[in-house]
């Protein structure tokens, strides 16, 4: 057990004693001092102890990265076992009600907040999909002066994650009506930890050109085919959870959300969101003109399941640039589980117009990367788009030009 990791280290448990610190009885009789004589009341311990989901100041958080955490982090879980609860999965729980849990401010945060953990509570399944999204949470937290710790965190994160979706994939695979909460807790987890190892892949270099860089997008789609599961065989679902996890454009509210949160390396999002909304109608239609006489000019793809895209896109955009819908992280997630497979296999084959549509989604994921499980998806996703579009097609290169410009706003360097 790490000192760090053991919440008792340190602190001295008193001896239960009357109001006044006299010699004790036992002590009087055997003419030995009292330890306990004339001693002020200890502090409660319990008073030293962070109450659990209370964020603690051992826990960083990625929206104030410092040294701090360099001179005193955690000692980080060890790779937990099957079937055991290592000491150390109590400050990956910690880190998830704490801090994970407050990221998801601009979604329905009951679902992480009570729904997850009380699933947690019976699920070993659901429990190890939590303590990785803590783990890894605490992996970028811990930033790059703590590459030991990072290192760590994040083979916590890998151990908890390849037994929670290998359970949790098996468990979706029988859709037992006795586990729906189970199963609903499973996608959601899914969904999130598939972008935050999406980033953490990017971090190593890993490549679209490779099939592994689109297994985050068959997780998100599988959000929909659970749901599509549940209503054929007729299950009832808490109204709450379907508004969470049917990612259909049109299952919108008409309250407007906002932007609360500056981007990144932007004062304002809005000259990000401006900019979007001002190209939009000459960047869809330019879109469009593509696939159309990409359709005349070849027969290696099927143009209608570019055109489904490329319509549900539109619908997105438009619900983000007038800030209506369920929140933005909802609708960007609502345009990658409604695409047809045709389209999704062009996109994994690196197909360069089906890459050029995505291009113009991942304008709208810049406006995400504040959370961290998204990061710099949108930028990175840009440029390396730019350069499989430039070597496989070049003449396609002029639906590039407003994501590609996009990247300059985004840095301030145009309006």
Known sequence: MSEKSDMMDGIEIPFMRTKRHHPCTSCRMRGEACIYANKAPATSPTAQVPALGTPSPEVPSLSRQSSSFASSPQTPSTPPTLGSIDVGDTELARAYLGEVVPSFADGNQWIWQVFV??????????????LTLGAVYLHFASGECNDDYATRYIDAANAHGNLFVRQSRLQLSRMDPTEVDSNLACTRLLCIIAFAFFRQRRLHGIQITSSDSWTWVHLVQGIKTVHESFSAMGLQVDPMLERDIVLDS????????????PLTAVNDSARVLGYIT???????????????????ATNDYDPICCVRALRLLQEVTDLICNLQGPSLFRLL???????????????????????????????????????????????????????????????????MRCPSEVLNVAAGLID
Request: with cysteine.
């Open 117 to 130: 953990p009380s699933i947690a509570y019976s699920s070993g399944t659901v429990r190890h999909g939590m």
């Open 250 to 261: 049109d299952n919108t509210s008409n309250v407007a959300w906002n932007l609360t949160q």
């Open 278 to 296: 001002r190209t939009k109608e000459a960047r869809f239609l330019a879109l469009q003109v593509a696939i159309d006489s990409y359709a005349s």
């Open 333 to 399: 997630l609502a345009w990658i589980g409604g695409l047809p497979q045709d389209f999704v296999s062009m996109v994994k084959n690196c197909h360069p117009l089906a890459l050029a549509i995505y291009a113009h989604w991942l304008m709208l994921a810049i406006l995400a990367e504040e959370h961290w499980w998204v990061g710099d998806m949108g930028r990175s996703g840009i440029q390396s788009v730019l350069s499989v579009v430039a070597e496989k097609d070049a003449t396609l290169l002029h639906l």
